[in-house]
Each structure stands twice: as structure tokens, then as C-alpha cells.
């Protein structure tokens, strides 16, 4: 079968399927391209909005992927406000909620993950929000004033970056979080007290190592009751507790599921001409030697196209470094490097100052790095995560020594 008469379908229209889209276009192929998701609007980058998007900076064109007219321009066929109900890997077809059934020769799945649901008392009262498209962020930007109370349940990175957004509104806002700190889950203690700190100056109320007991209100929010017996006001409860991937599609087809749908380093599943990329994929990575899911915009970023070129034949291994960013306040950040375990944190510059680095380092060796308003040191990171070498953290941690010369061969 000649390339021009395949049938290629993407089955969700989100940042790492319309890459992809683009990506098969651009590597040559000229048989039919079909990008299916549920969602009214063309495909959008997610990360805006929690931030510009939904403070007003940025209008939905700024979080596109691609302009109104690219996939009519490039020979797409976008489906939006379509659901594939079913996926046969034997007869290689998708079927969609209207019954209509597509064949196709090379199946992605790119359908990316769903916030994770509170269950407590009052959780389906009005004004519990959730933040994952933009029709969410437009709900809770009209939400948002500065009269309004708002408490966000979770301070990872949706929770945190909601509440920054929403002082720098104007509202009130009150954070609450079963662990020690914001974002200790991949950052740890010593880094997440920076951001605890960051939000504290910013007035924000914290309750830290509580959960929620229940949200009080007869059909709408007014309180927050936390395990301690505090209850908060509130006129808006933004829930921020995780997203988990969405492969019950993947499952029903048969394709191996482990905390996502499992993938090889090629980002294939286990059937054969079907690949999955972005926040539903549990990829295999050569460089750490085990399987990662990554909730990131970079992971869908490149994904995608790296997929792309894998259902086109190419020998492509998904190696990249593991990357997302953040902005919260006046405190931008970039974090590389993959660390669920760490016995050593070193700071280079003062975290105080607000422009810092800050390296995660296992057995001597840097695991994952931020650089936190330091704008020039990307590509030393980079170096040195790829350098898997034993460090001295003393020079680690000195400004004096070149970042670059700590990248040696790599360890024995």
C-alpha cells in the first residue's frame, strides 16, 4: 500500500496530536490525516491557562496550536466535538459516538489525562471548579474578582500557579494541601519552602499537612471545613489534586495499561501500529532504563512529532531530558532532569535573592536541575544531566566555577 492511499488517525486534537499532524505533513506524507477530539475548540497549549489566559493577558489564539486555517491549509480533516467510542485493533478502525467507523493503517492516541475528582461532602456544590480546558478557565476567570474568597485544595503545579493567579486578581485566597509544603511531591522539602515562602509574601492563607473534611454550602459554596476543624470562607473552591490519564479507550482495545497506556521507547503500545504520546503515554526511556509518565507540556510538545515519525518508519527513540517550567508571581522557573529519588539538594546563589539554581543530586551524581529566573543556563544543565558523572558539591554549589567544566566524561 503506497503512502498516499493510507489513512493515518489521531485520536485527541490536543498539543501532542496536532504536532504530530503537523510533523506527518511535514516529513512528506500525503495520505490522509485525521485529527479527532471531543473538545469544541481547535487544538490549544494548556499551560496559559492557569496563568496569562486566565488572568486576561493572553486571548485563546495566543494558546492555539496553529492559526484558525492551518489544517484546512495542510489537508487535516479536524474533528472537534467528536468522540471515538472505540478503537479495533484487528479490523484497525475507529468507531465515533455518531457510528461513523474510519479505517486506518496507523493509529496514535493522544487523548492526555482528566483531573482527579474530590470526594468529600459538598464536592458538587456550585462554584467547585476544576481547571483543565479553556471552557474551565473562562468559568473560574469570571469567578475570580477582588471580592471574591477562593481556596485551592492542592498546591501542586495547577493548584499554585491558580492561587498566584488569582491574588494577582485581586481576590482572597486561602491554599490548602496535605503535605509539608507546595510541590513537595517532585520537589522535596528545602525547595518547596521556597515556594511556600513565595506565596506566603504574597499573602496567601496556607494550611499545610490538612485535608478537606468537607465543602459547606445548601446549593452553592460558602466554606471550606478542613481535618483540623478550620473552616474557610469561600465563593470559589479550585480543586488541583492530580489528573489521571485517560486510556480507558486504550484498555477496551486491548493495549497494555500501567499507570497509562505503556508504551516503547519508539512510543508504540503493544499492538502493533498503534502509538500513544503525551499525558496518556508510560514511556520507556533509555536513559533512566524504566518506563515514565510525564504530565508536561514538553512530553506533548515532543512526543507528537517524535511518534509521527515513528508511525512513518523512521528509527526514532524518545530520549529527550524531562522539562516543564513555571511561573508563579515574579518567580519564573525551568526544571530538567527526572529525580523520584535524591539524597542531596545544592543551591548555587541564594534562594532568597530570587534568582537562583538549585540541583538534585543521587549517589553523587545531578539527577535534575532548576534555574529559577537565571535565564543563560539551559544548556549547561542540559550538559551536565547528559554528563552522568560524580560532582563535588561544593563546586556544584559555587558561582565562581564554570557550570560547563563540571561535565566531564561520562561515570564508569
Known amino acids: ?55 486576561g493577558e493572553k486571548d485563546f489564539d495566543a494558546a492555539a496550536v496553529h492559526p484558525a486555517g492551518y489544517y484546512d491549509e495542510h489537508d487535516i480533516e479536524l474533528r472537534t ?33 482528566a483531573p482527579r475528582r474530590l470526594s468529600v461532602p459538598g464536592a458538587d456544590l456550585l462554584g467547585v471548579l476544576y481547571l483543565r480546558s479553556v471552557e474551565d478557565a473562562d468559568i473560574l476567570r469570571q469567578a475570580i474578582s477582588p471580592s471574591a474568597q477562593v481556596v485551592v485544595i ?32 517532585v520537589l522535596g522539602v528545602e525547595v518547596g519552602a521556597i515556594y511556600r515562602d513565595l506565596h506566603a509574601s504574597h499573602g496567601v492563607d496556607l494550611h499545610f499537612g490538612v485535608g478537606v473534611e468537607a465543602i459547606i454550602g445548601s446549593t452553592v459554596v460558602e466554606a471550606v471545613r478542613l481535618s483540623d476543624g478550620t473552616v474557610l470562607p469561600a465563593t470559589t473552591v479550585v480543586v488541583g489534586v492530580g489528573v489521571a490519564p485517560r486510556a480507558e479507550l486504550a484498555e477496551a482495545a486491548g493495549m497494555a495499561v500501567d499507570n497509562a497506556i505503556v508504551v516503547d521507547e519508539h512510543l508504540e503500545t503493544s499492538v502493533p501500529g498503534i502509538f500513544a504520546a503525551g499525558d496518556v503515554a508510560n514511556a520507556f526511556h533509555p536513559r ?48 530538567r532532569g527526572w529525580a523520584p529519588g535524591f539524597d542531596q539538594v545544592v543551591f ?10 538549585c540541583f538534585w543530586l543521587r549517589h553523587g551524581k545531578v539527577t535534575a536541575a532548576m534555574n529559577a529566573n537565571v535565564w543563560d543556563a539551559g544548556d549547561a544543565i542540559e550538559a551536565l544531566l547528559r554528563a552522568d558523572r560524580l560532582v563535588d558539591p561544593a563546586r556544584l554549589g559555587d558561582p565562581e566555577i564554570d557550570l560547563t567544566g563540571l561535565a566531564g566524561p561520562p561515570a564508569e
Request: aromatic fraction near 8%; proline fraction near 4%; hydrophobic fraction near 45%.
Open 1 to 55: 500500500m503506497s503512502r498516499a492511499t493510507q489513512t493515518f488517525v489521531i485520536v485527541g486534537a490536543s498539543l501532542a496530536g496536532a504536532k504530530a499532524a503537523e510533523t506527518l505533513r511535514a516529513e512528506g506524507f500525503d495520505g490522509r490525516v485525521v485529527l479527532i477530539g471531543d473538545e469544541a475548540r481547535r487544538p490549544y497549549e494548556r499551560p496559559p491557562l492557569s496563568k496569562e489566559y486566565l488572568r
Open 81 to 113: 466535538s467528536t468522540t471515538v467510542t472505540a478503537v479495533d485493533p484487528g479490523e484497525r478502525s475507529a468507531t465515533l459516538a455518531s457510528g461513523e467507523q474510519i479505517a486506518w493503517d496507523r493509529l496514535l492516541v493522544a487523548t492526555g489525562a
Open 154 to 185: 492542592g498546591a501542586g503545579w495547577i493548584g499554585a500557579e491558580v492561587a498566584a493567579s488569582a491574588r494577582q486578581l485581586g481576590a482572597g485566597v486561602a491554599m490548602v494541601e496535605l503535605a509539608a509544603v507546595p510541590l513537595e511531591r
Open 288 to 335: 533512566y532504563g524504566t518506563r515514565i509518565r510525564l504530565e508536561h507540556w514538553s512530553a506533548a510538545l515532543n512526543q507528537g512529532p517524535a511518534a509521527a515519525r515513528a508511525m512513518l518508519g523512521q528509527d526514532v527513540v524518545y530520549d529527550r531530558t524531562p522539562y516543564f517550567f513555571s511561573d508563579q508571581y515574579d518567580l519564573g522557573m525551568e526544571y
Open 348 to 357: 548555587r546563589g541564594d534562594p532568597t535573592s530570587g534568582a537562583f539554581l
